[in-house]
């Protein structure tokens, strides 16, 4: 049996989960479980990083020991993955004995072949990112990262040799393109990270002793690196006092990391030049997602401006709050949470896509014929197209899957529910209904209705499971594997629909709102923005005279002595252009490179501080934020816009 092997990132217990980490964990859950009905044997690994200086000083202020703070918080997020319905195999506590002993013999091992060596460390430390950083990375005294204040620390250290590793790691990314996903994120870590040259990666504290001692020099506590990565291969028995157990050899190397883009670089370099100091195969691959945001920015606990998936829970059930993650965040890309959108995707395409499909079907065979499903007898018009699309979506949504397309993998989905609703109104069985002569054709019809509830089940079961089971109960299927998905007559004849209720109620939408409201819930409100008046009008002729295009990011860098200015280089579709852009206030060089934008290509070329600009990228500001206008979906860069 084909193995597959699936990883969320573990998570930091210093405060309880939001809805940004159940996004990364209900997506690991969705492509587990898509594996297993596919026939997979499947582990899906999960967990807890619980060491660290933040968790210390938390439990400190708390009166508590660090143990018994991170027990309750893990307890937390084990309820929350009940909650939200994950299936996950194995979670892991980075304080479990076995993962003690683990680390402590990698980082031994480390020591002893030479990649590890004791020096001192001075520079600036963020705690809650529990990350170091050099006088020319940090901003006005803050983390880069997260824009808190950092500290200043120096302390006896042991490194680890990141350099020595640095080629054979370019050459592995050279070897095996699919190892960082998307691309976008490749070319971040290898221009900005790689090429540049790696420095020496501090791995061990002394400043605080909430850690994995390191065993040949109790002064030092391992450091997150080596402790909260190892996770991988230690969940699995690597290190154990059993030697390299089962699990190890049965479904290492990984296939899939899933992880937030904000830890790709811990993933796609520290991570994999940990494994080859261990002469231990590496990863598949690393896919970064991106953020969910809310409010304009990331979800974050320190900033307050989190949503609280158990809320959402409490007020519309476990699946629509998966279904609006999975289908509503490009993978790969940012996505964007407010409680008003969740409310409307969840009407549109469950309450009146979905769900009135479900109610539609089934109260038309309880009417016409008792209940019991009629025999498909009266071939007729529209059923070729229906039954052509009901078989090619598995195939479609399998490609999808197999490249962590979740979004579009749902969307081959609801384009063929949204065909069945198309098929009621063409075929009318309420009219058929009225002559006894075209019951055989009514029969048909209603039983290709069923069918495609059939395929729908089946299909959304990976990423609804509690809906795909009402709908299966409802129509009576009697198998909705994805085998089962290989004929158009797998619902059984003579047998009788189940009626219940309606599976998704339509919400009010500004009641629910002010629901929410009254309970604290996090809302997303945004001042009126001032309407500048229109300009004078052009024709038609005016606007054609722009040539717009889209343009791929290849490379980003400031400009220098220009604090405002970025100088990018763009691809448009194997013309390369220079654009000199006023946006360096509001992005990092690194986050643009592999996006999408829309260029004026065909602007007068000027020099800007002495550099060459051939071009303007389109943007929208709101004074306090500048949004890049980019393309849905993936055109190929030089596309035309129009």
């Known amino acids: 049996m084909k193995t597959f092997y699936i990883t969320t990132p573990i998570y930091y217990p210093s405060a309880n989960l939001h809805i940004g980490n159940t ?28 060491h660290g200086q933040k968790i210390q000083r938390i439990a400190e202020e708390k009166g508590v020991k660090p143990i018994e703070y991170v027990d309750e918080i893990v307890a937390g997020i084990k309820d929350l993955w009940k909650l939200m319905n994950i299936s996950y195999d194995k979670f892991i506590r980075t304080t479990d004995d076995y993962h003690v002993e ?10 002893d072949q030479g990649d590890i060596y004791k020096d001192v460390y001075e520079g600036w430390y963020c705690t809650p990112d529990e990350a170091f950083w050099t006088d020319t990375q940090i901003v006005d005294g803050k983390c880069p990262d997260c824009g808190r204040p950092v500290e200043r620390a120096k302390e006896e250290a042991y490194f680890f040799k990141m350099s020595k590793y640095a080629d054979r790691l370019m050459q592995h990314i050279k070897d095996h393109p699919e190892f960082i996903q998307p691309e976008s994120r490749k070319n971040e870590m290898v221009n900005n990270f790689l090429k540049p040259g790696l420095t020496d990666l501090c791995v061990s504290r002394t400043s605080f002793d909430w850690g994995i001692p390191v065993s040949f020099d109790k002064e030092h506590v391992v450091y997150v690196w080596i402790d909260a990565l190892s996770n991988y291969i230690t969940a699995l028995g690597y290190g154990s006092e059993e030697g390299d157990g089962e699990l190890y050899k049965k479904y290492w190397p990984a296939d899939v990391h899933l992880i937030g883009k904000d830890i790709l670089r811990f993933h796609t370099i520290y991570w994999p030049i940990m494994l080859m ?27 307050g401006n ?21 289908r509503e965040i490009p993978f790969g890309s940012d996505g964007l949470f407010t409680n008003e959108t969740f409310i409307k995707k969840t009407n549109a395409d469950l309450a009146n896509d979905l769900g009135n499909l479900l109610s539609r079907t089934v109260a038309m065979v309880s009417k016409y014929f008792d209940g019991v ?45 949204g065909r069945a609703n198309k098929y009621i109104d063409e075929t009318t069985p309420w009219i058929l209904a009225r002559d006894e002569e075209k019951k055989g054709r009514l029969g048909t019809v209603l039983y290709n209705l069923l069918e495609v509830l059939r395929f729908s089940a089946s299909l959304i079961e990976p990423f609804l499971p509690e809906t795909a089971e009402k709908v299966r109960e409802q ?28 599976i998704f109620p339509r919400i009010d939408v500004q009641k629910k709102l002010d629901e929410l409201a009254s309970l ?23 606007f054609a005279k722009l040539d717009l295009r889209i343009a791929k990011i290849i490379s980003a860098e400031p400009v220098e002595g220009a604090k405002k200015l970025l100088k990018l280089k763009v691809d448009m579709g194997g013309v390369e252009k220079q654009v000199i852009s006023g946006i360096a206030q509001y992005h990092k060089p690194e986050s643009l490179i592999g996006k999408n934008i829309i260029l004026v290509a065909n602007l007068k070329p000027v020099k800007l501080r002495g550099e060459l600009s051939e071009g303007m990228i389109l943007a929208a500001s709101d004074d306090k934020n500048l949004y890049l206008v980019t393309s849905e979906g993936s055109p190929e860069p030089g596309t035309e816009v129009r």
């Open 23 to 50: 996004y990364t964990t209900v997506a690991a859950d969705a492509l587990a479980r898509y594996k297993r009905k596919a026939g997979y044997d499947v582990m899906f690994l999960t967990g807890s990083d619980e």
């Open 102 to 111: 683990a680390v402590q013999k990698i980082f031994n091992k480390l020591y």
């Open 277 to 303: 100091a261990l002469d231990v195969e590496l990863p598949k691959q690393v896919f970064g997602h991106g953020w969910l945001l809310v409010d304009g920015g990331k979800m974050s606990k320190s900033k």
């Open 306 to 326: 989190v949503v609280d998936p158990v809320i959402l829970v409490e007020h519309f059930g476990v699946d629509p709050v998966r279904y609006y993650l999975l």
């Open 373 to 417: 499903i009629p025999e498909p007898s009266v071939p007729g018009d529209f059923d070729n197209e229906l039954i052509t699309l009901a078989m090619k979506t598995p195939v479609l949504v399998e490609e999808s899957i197999a490249d962590l397309r979740i979004p579009e993998a749902l969307g081959h989905i609801w384009t063929l529910i």
């Open 475 to 502: 129509i009576n299927a009697q198998d909705i594997s994805f085998g089962s998905l290989e004929s158009f007559e797998g619902t059984v004849v003579g047998s009788k629909v189940v009626p219940g209720a309606v």
């Open 520 to 542: 604290g819930a996090k809302e997303e409100v945004k001042p009126a923005v001032e309407v500048r008046p229109l300009t004078e009008e052009v024709t038609i002729e005016d």
